[in-house]
């Protein structure tokens, strides 16, 4: 039996490079003498196996599953995996740990916008010191605010205070420092919440170093993770979303404190993004002041309210940082020239 | 060519496989082919879609006449790959439940990027991250087929950084 007519040529007639012209037998056969193209970009060492944990590296000689993949594929595939699972790919070879590292910031970009695009404009980051203009960094940084941002008069007990030479010190990024440590000593506690007669442990005091000490260190330190890592950010977020779904649940089953439920069904739930809490219901935009404010804390979504007007939510927007720095400056430039006024009123009466 | 006409495939084993023409035309690759080629001299002859095995065809061609009437949806707009996490069509859910082995799911996630078919591409990546969906490492390794070539140190290091992101691993 003859082979079937093509309609293309075959990939193994195309692989010499000669090209024949069958149609004129007045020309010759051409010959392409020009030397193949050594592909050098990141898409090609991907294709190539290097970086996306290597198509050939095997285990008791089986091809690795995902090294089939092109890198954008393989991209895509890490772009729907959870934050969570992605720390634990991460740790399956060394090859995974430095591929999730090089391309963590697209990937959790990615995961981000996916899963977390409400729980994300509820959490924004405080903006890092060393990424403010020199000028508004020393104000910041100046003696004169030093009583407004020293660490060591500590607010609450369930949180630690930003330190001023890391974030900046304005209202919003206070807030948004405060936001996201309330979120991660939320997510530590959500245990005990879901058990009714568990109360939360009482702090003791006196001016000792306590466990309640070493737990907001602990609570920080992973905070300040998230500054430097979007994909600890993104972690942040996964986190925040299973605390959301367990204490509207826990919220739901208490139906004497006549309060507005917030909708959620089984297959939110399940599906792993905050899609559902687009819907309406209670704004949430004060930070608790301290832990027994989570006993009744239906969800913890600071900075967003409900517009009843557009019937949609609303989100304090980014640039508040800049209006807040705005403010800071404007109120020092007053202060130094009611400071110069007076100097120069106290040089004048000490003339006289 | 009428859209209910049949048109033969030929995979990169010789493997000849029939598909309508209409859900021929779910494969964006395939569909240009037919436009750009002159009917009279391709009539009757097998398109040959040499990147793809036959097994792997075969599962795209059942999947494309399945979803033949529907619209080809541009995956790359926003909102389309969330529908996807929240709710993978129960008919879908079941023809890559009765896939089972994973080197074919790969060599159906290929084809469908290389015959490009937006959708099938789509909900074959979201069943590949599906099944690494809350496995630890080592389950992780089993399942992908990974060497451990980190030392104990370098795992331990990793371990310890990321402690609060991964309690269970």
């Known amino acids: 039996m003859n082979p079937p007519t093509r309609i293309f040529p075959s990939s193994e007639s195309t692989m010499p490079k000669r090209i024949d012209v069958c149609e004129d037998e007045e020309l010759v056969a051409l010959e392409d003498e020009t030397e193949s193209l050594t592909l050098h970009s990141k898409q090609a060492r991907h294709a190539h196996g290097e970086g996306v944990e290597g198509a050939k590296e095997s285990q008791g000689g089986l091809r690795n599953f995902?090294?089939?993949?092109?890198?954008?594929?393989?991209?895509?595939?890490?772009?729907?995996?959870r934050p969570s699972d992605l720390f634990r790919f991460q740790r399956t070879s060394r090859n995974n740990h430095a591929?999730?590292?090089?391309?963590?910031?697209?990937?959790?970009?990615?995961?981000?916008?996916?899963?977390?695009?409400?729980?994300?404009e509820c959490f924004l980051l405080p903006v890092l010191v060393t990424t403010l203009d020199s000028s508004v960094r020393d104000v910041l940084l100046s003696p004169e605010r030093y009583e407004y941002t020293r660490t060591d008069k500590q607010i609450y007990q369930h949180v630690k205070r930003p330190e001023p030479t890391e974030t900046c010190t304005c209202l919003t990024c206070v807030h948004r420092w405060y936001a996201l440590s309330i979120l991660v000593d939320f997510a530590h506690w959500q245990e005990h919440l879901d058990k009714p007669y568990c109360?939360?442990?009482?702090?003791?005091?006196?001016?000792?170093?306590?466990?309640?000490?070493?737990?907001?260190?602990?609570?920080?330190?992973?905070?300040?993770?998230?500054?430097?890592?979007?994909?600890?950010?993104?972690?942040?977020?996964?986190?925040?979303?299973t605390?959301?779904?367990?204490?509207?649940?826990?919220?739901?089953?208490?139906?004497?404190?006549?309060?507005?439920?917030?909708?959620?069904?089984e297959d939110d739930v399940n599906s792993g993004t905050d899609d559902f809490l687009n819907r309406a219901g209670p704004s949430s935009l004060n930070l608790p002041a301290s832990r027994e404010f989570y006993y009744e804390l239906a969800y913890f979504l600071p900075t967003r309210y409900w517009g009843w007007r557009l019937s949609r939510w609303l989100y304090i927007p980014a640039t508040q940082h800049d209006q807040d720095i705005g403010l800071i400056l404007r109120e020092v430039a007053l202060r130094r020239k009611d400071q110069l006024a007076q100097q120069t009123k106290d040089e004048a009466s000490e003339q006289a | 060519m009428a859209d209910n006409s049949m048109?033969?495939?030929?995979?990169?084993?010789?493997?000849?496989?029939?598909?309508?023409?209409?859900?021929?035309?779910?494969c964006a690759t395939l569909g240009t082919m037919l436009e750009v080629l002159d009917e009279q001299q391709t009539l009757g002859l097998p398109i040959p879609v040499l990147e793809?095995?036959?097994?792997?065809?075969?599962?795209?061609?059942?999947?494309?006449?399945?979803?033949?009437?529907d619209m080809v949806v541009e995956t790359e707009q926003p909102g389309v790959a969330a529908q996807i996490l929240t709710s993978l069509p129960q008919w879908d859910t079941e023809f890559f439940a009765n896939i089972g082995d994973k080197d074919l799911l790969i060599k159906i996630c290929n084809a469908s990027n290389f015959l490009e078919i937006p959708l099938l591409l789509q909900y074959s990546i979201f069943v590949i991250a599906q099944a690494l969906r809350g496995k630890s490492?080592?389950?992780?390794?089993?399942?992908?087929?990974?060497?451990?070539?980190?030392?104990?140190?370098?795992?331990?290091?990793?371990?310890?950084?990321?402690?609060?992101?991964?309690?269970?691993?």
Request: net charge negative; proline share 3%; charged share 30%.
């Open chain 2, 52 to 69: 793809v095995s036959g097994e792997a065809l075969k599962k795209v061609i059942e999947w494309c006449e399945y979803h033949r009437e």
């Open chain 1, 99 to 120: 591929f999730v590292k090089r391309e963590e910031s697209r990937i959790s970009q990615a995961v981000l916008n996916l899963r977390y695009s409400f729980l994300k």
């Open chain 2, 7 to 26: 048109v033969t495939l030929m995979a990169a084993d010789h493997i000849e496989i029939q598909a309508t023409l209409q859900a021929v035309k779910q």
């Open chain 1, 243 to 265: 605390s959301t779904t367990r204490s509207i649940r826990r919220q739901a089953v208490k139906k004497g404190n006549g309060r507005r439920e917030f909708e959620m069904t």
């Open chain 1, 66 to 81: 995902l090294g089939e993949l092109p890198y954008e594929l393989f991209m895509k595939v890490l772009t729907f995996l």
């Open chain 1, 199 to 241: 109360g939360l442990p009482w702090v003791p005091g006196g001016g000792f170093r306590t466990w309640n000490d070493d737990m907001l260190d602990d609570h920080a330190a992973v905070v300040r993770k998230a500054l430097y890592s979007p994909l600890w950010y993104a972690c942040l977020m996964e986190t925040h979303l």
């Open chain 2, 137 to 169: 490492t080592e389950e992780m390794r089993a399942f992908l087929n990974i060497e451990n070539d980190l030392t104990p140190e370098e795992e331990q290091k990793i371990r310890e950084d990321n402690a609060w992101a991964m309690p269970q691993n």
